[in-house]
């Protein structure tokens, strides 16, 4: 019989979790924000709301994986891991909804959203297996998200602000870096390792074919994507670099 964890006493059901991130994007839209310009104020709300799950959703899933000792690629989803798939669904759909208000021309990231919401849905409610996978993924995901939402806001408003600009120069290397690591080399691995295990029929009976295929597509497509983001960023980087130092000698 499974025991019951005393993390999982403190997840609230998937509504409660929805209100929970919806009540941060509004204090960072009305509060923490309020005197950003209103260009930009949406995206750091954003930003707030993806500190509040990502960090958290690392520590969370970290916990929920090496608390169940018979964890596999096909084996139950256990309570608590069931609890921080819905602690992400509910996050992901705050941030869809901010997205479809503010920006709902940018298909990309609207469509992402979309995708991870079905991988972890599907999860959670149809499959009711798989969730090391996923939230193994889910951690691969979030572990560069403190960082990344920092240098974000950072570049928000480094044209403006010195010491916003100093952030952005400071973070930018360093994040490159572990972005590159996680998605380039990490990521793909878990990804071959995952698929290997699924084809060799080896979940056959417990996780529908149409389930992990549809997640071994939908995660291969967000790492390509992410792969070649993260190589703009360092072509860009490249060329400031490069013409900031071409200004010094000349």
């Given amino acids: 019989m499974e025991t019951q964890s005393p993390i999982l006493e403190s997840l609230p059901p ?15 839209y009305f ?8 260009k930009i104020r949406p995206e750091a709300s954003s930003c707030l709301i993806s500190l509040a799950h990502g960090t958290p959703a690392v520590f969370l899933s970290t916990y929920a ?10 084996s139950v989803n256990t309570r ?7 602690f992400s669904v509910a996050y992901f759909l705050m941030d869809l909804l901010h997205y479809i208000i503010f920006f709902p021309s940018d298909v990309l990231f609207i469509g992402h959203h979309l995708a991870t919401l079905f991988v972890f849905l599907t999860c959670r409610y149809v499959a009711s297996h798989g969730a090391f996978a996923v939230l193994t993924l889910l951690i691969l995901a979030e572990v560069t998200s403190l960082c990344q939402n920092l240098w974000t806001l950072a570049n928000a408003r480094r044209r403006d602000v010195e010491f916003a600009a100093k952030v952005y120069d400071f973070l930018s290397p360093p994040f490159y870096i572990l972005y590159s690591i996680v998605r380039g080399f990490v990521g793909p691995y878990f990804v071959y390792r995952m698929g290997a295990f699924y084809i060799s029929g080896a979940a056959e009976g417990l996780i529908p074919r149409w389930v992990w295929v549809s997640w071994i597509v939908v995660v291969m497509s967000a790492i390509s994507v992410s792969i070649l983001w993260i190589s703009n960023l360092w072509v860009e980087l490249y ?4 013409g900031k130092l071409e200004k010094k000698t000349r």
């Fill in 14 to 28: 998937l509504p409660f979790l929805f209100s929970f991130f919806f009540i941060v994007y509004l204090i960072a």
């Fill in 65 to 74: 994986i090496l608390a169940d000792s018979s964890s596999g690629f096909a």
């Fill in 80 to 86: 608590l891991q069931n609890s921080v798939l819905e």
């Fill in 239 to 242: 060329r400031d670099r490069t």
């Fill in 31 to 38: 509060i923490v924000f309020r005197n950003w310009s209103p």
